[in-house]
């Protein structure tokens, strides 16, 4: 059965920093990773996608990566802004191309300014 | 292009009432999704249907179903209501097909009170 994990639960940093976020998951076979950013009381916004057979994926400030063999992906975000703070969730998909993701409980990411 | 657009928004039932729940997926996605977000539990899978079919299942009990139509439009039903379905309901679609990345677009979400 497939687990994801994420930590850390929860993080504060200074504006300006970069920040890395990471998300393990127990089965290799995965048919993709998704990172998604979520607000309080709204719904999940897609900000990377990566391919079983791809390593990384970037947009804009946020580089996400991917390694299959470990059973990990690390999300980074390079200069840190107030507007980042939000709750960053890992997801998984199985094997197949499905509507199916298992998630990680996220990451609470506070930026102060 | 409009997203996934979900109805109502918010919602407040009593226990053993039943609620309906739609979602309009992003136009030409034919797979819908629906997950379930409560603090305790994190984000669950719920089912997913393809082409008026369901797909897959989560762990959920036959309280909870769900239904699509010709247009892609799914509506998710859970018939007497418990306590414990307090929680914000997320529907995702997905365009479907040979070559399609797999990427899930969310929407805002019901969030559904049970009193």
């Known amino acids: 059965k497939q687990e994801v994990t994420q930590i850390p639960a929860a993080l504060s940093v200074p504006e300006g920093e970069n920040l890395v976020l990471n998300c393990s998951f127990t089965d290799s076979a995965i048919y993709n990773l998704q990172w998604f950013r979520q607000d309080p009381g709204k719904g999940l916004t897609s900000l990377l996608l990566?391919?079983?057979?791809?390593r990384e994926q970037t947009s804009g400030r946020l580089n996400a990566s991917l390694d299959k063999s470990s059973g990990r992906s690390t999300l980074y975000i390079a200069a840190s802004q107030p507007g980042d703070s939000a709750t960053y969730l890992c997801a998984v998909h199985g094997s197949g191309n499905t509507g199916k993701l298992i998630f990680g409980q996220g990451t609470t990411l506070q930026v102060k300014p | 292009k409009a997203g996934v657009t979900q109805t109502p928004r918010y919602l407040i039932k009593t226990r053993g009432q039943q609620v309906t729940l739609s979602c309009s997926p992003i136009?030409?996605?034919?797979?819908v999704s629906w997950y379930q977000q409560t603090p305790g539990q994190g984000l669950q899978f719920l089912f997913e249907?393809?082409?008026?079919?369901?797909?897959n299942k989560g762990n959920f009990p036959g309280r909870f179903s769900g239904r699509q139509f010709s247009n892609s439009r799914s509506e998710m039903n859970v018939s007497t209501l418990e306590l414990g379905d307090s929680a914000l309901y997320l529907c995702?679609?997905?365009?479907?097909?040979?070559?399609?990345?797999?990427?899930?677009?969310f929407g805002e979400g019901s969030r559904l009170t049970v009193l």
């Open positions: 995702a679609s997905s365009l479907d097909g040979l070559g399609n990345t797999g990427e899930l677009f």
């Open positions: 136009s030409g996605h034919r797979s």
């Open positions: 990566i391919q079983s057979s791809q």
């Open positions: 249907y393809f082409s008026e079919t369901q797909r």
